[in-house]
C-alpha cells in the first residue's frame, strides 16, 4: 500500500514538471494567421521581443557548424532573426523577417514587413531581407536573397529598436524667396501604426496567460508536495504502530512465588543392644 501510494506521488510530480515547460510555450503564427509549425521557433527572450519568434529552439549554437544541425537564431534589435552559422570552413549569416506570437499581424505587435506575397516577401513563410547598407545597423532593407535596394518598390525601412519609431532627418531646399527652414526630424512608424510604441508597453496576452498558468502549476506543484509529506508522516506512524504489535508481550505476576526449605536431617537414632538392656526383679 506505500509502494503504491509512493508512486502516484511520484508520476503526478513528473507529471506537473513536464507541464510546466509547456506553459511557457507559446504559439508562433505566419503572417496570412497558419500556425507556424516549426518547433524551432519560440519568442524572444528579450522583453522588447517577446513577441518576435525566432529559430532559438535548436542544440547547435549560433556561429556553429551546420554539419551537425540548423544553428540556432539570433534576436535583433530591430525584429530580425540572425542566422550566423559555419559552412565549409566559411562564417555565413543571414537576416530573416520570421513569425509573431499574436496570430492578428495588423495589431502593432509584429514585425509586419516584407509578408505581401510580390517580389522577396511571402505571407506563408518566414522572409529573408538584406541590408541596403551591408550592416546589420541599416535602417533600409529590401525583401529576398538577392534583391536590390534601387528598387524602392521593394525597400522597407526598420528603426534600430523594434517598436521604436524611426527617425529621419530632412533639409528643405531654399524657396524663391531665399529664405531656408531649419533640418526638423520627423517620426515614422515602420507598421503604419502610430500607437505601436504605447500598445508594447508592458507585458503581451500571452506573457500574462503564461504567467497565470505558470502560477497556478506552482500553486498545485506546493499542494502535491504537502499531501506527500502528509501521507510520510501517516505512514511513519503506521509503521510504528505495526512494529510494536509485533513486539512479544510479556507477563509478569503479582503474587509471590511458593518457597519450598529443605529440612536438615535427622541424626540416626542409637541402636541399643537387649543384653544391655538391665531386666528388673
Known amino acids: 500500500m506505500v509502494l503504491r501510494n509512493s508512486s502516484f506521488?511520484?508520476?503526478?510530480?513528473?507529471?506537473?514538471?513536464?507541464?510546466?515547460?509547456?506553459?511557457?510555450?507559446q504559439q508562433c503564427w505566419k503572417p496570412d494567421g497558419s500556425i507556424a509549425e516549426d518547433p524551432a521557433m519560440v519568442p524572444c527572450p528579450q522583453k522588447s521581443l517577446e513577441t518576435i519568434c525566432c529559430a532559438l529552439n535548436r542544440t547547435i549554437p549560433s556561429g556553429g557548424d551546420t554539419a551537425n544541425g540548423d544553428a540556432r537564431d539570433e534576436c535583433m534589435p530591430n525584429g530580425l532573426c540572425l542566422s550566423k552559422y559555419l559552412s565549409e570552413g566559411y562564417t555565413r549569416q543571414s537576416y530573416w523577417r520570421n513569425y509573431c506570437t499574436e496570430k492578428d499581424w495588423s495589431s502593432g505587435k509584429c514585425l509586419n514587413v516584407c509578408a505581401e506575397n510580390k517580389l522577396g516577401g511571402t505571407a506563408v513563410r518566414n522572409a529573408p531581407l538584406v541590408p541596403c547598407d551591408g550592416t546589420?545597423?541599416?535602417?533600409?532593407?529590401?525583401?529576398?536573397?538577392?534583391?536590390?535596394?534601387d528598387d524602392e518598390t521593394n525597400v522597407v525601412s526598420l528603426p534600430a529598436i523594434f517598436g521604436q519609431p524611426l527617425v529621419t532627418n530632412s533639409v528643405s531646399l531654399p524657396t524663391s524667396s531665399s529664405t531656408t527652414s531649419s533640418p526638423t526630424a520627423s517620426a515614422t512608424n515602420v507598421n503604419g501604426n502610430?500607437?505601436?510604441?504605447s500598445e508594447n508597453k508592458g507585458l503581451s496576452t500571452g506573457a500574462k496567460a503564461g504567467i497565470?498558468?505558470?502560477a497556478a502549476i506552482g500553486a498545485l506543484v506546493l499542494l502535491g508536495l504537502g499531501l506527500f509529506a502528509m501521507k510520510a508522516l501517516q505512514w511513519r506512524k503506521k509503521a510504528a504502530v505495526v512494529q510494536q504489535s509485533s513486539a512479544p508481550e510479556w507477563k509478569y505476576s503479582h503474587t509471590a512465588p511458593t518457597v519450598f526449605h529443605e529440612l536438615p536431617p535427622a541424626p540416626p537414632a542409637e541402636l541399643v543392644s537387649r543384653e544391655e538392656i538391665p531386666h528388673e526383679m
Do not use: K, M
Open 212 to 214: 497565470g498558468v505558470a
Open 136 to 149: 546589420a545597423n541599416s535602417t533600409r532593407w529590401c525583401c529576398g536573397e538577392s534583391c536590390s535596394c
Open 9 to 25: 506521488f511520484v508520476l503526478l510530480l513528473l507529471l506537473v514538471a513536464t507541464t510546466i515547460p509547456l506553459a511557457f510555450c
Open 194 to 197: 502610430t500607437n505601436q510604441n
